[in-house]
């Protein structure tokens, strides 16, 4: 399983390529909201999480994490503990 973790201003086009990629490659990801289900992107487009930072389990179906760039969601990324966990558990 791979998370994608989404953190408002994410850039939206590398958020959702990937997890629209991934998905018909029969890969599974899971989407995440870093502060809540519902996250606005760089260009104000609101998109849904499949689950919530509260929801995310560390184990060792884990395979990797997909940190989609635009700004302030890279910050908002970078100053998430969780975020910063999951890295570190797949590194």
Known sequence: ?????FADGFEEIEALAPVDFLRRAGVE?????????EVTGAHGIKTGADITAEEVVLNENLQGVI?????????NLN?????????????
């Not at 399983?1 to 973790?5: A, E, N, P, Q």
């Not at 990801?29 to 289900?37: E, N, R, W």
């Not at 940190?67 to 910050?75: I, Q, R, T, V």
């Open 29 to 37: 990801v899971v989407t995440v909201g870093v502060a809540s289900a």
């Open 67 to 75: 940190l989609p760039g635009g700004m302030p969601g890279a910050e």
């Open 79 to 91: 100053n998430n503990e969780l975020v910063q966990s999951a890295i570190d558990y797949c590194a």
């Open 1 to 5: 399983m791979i998370y994608v973790f």
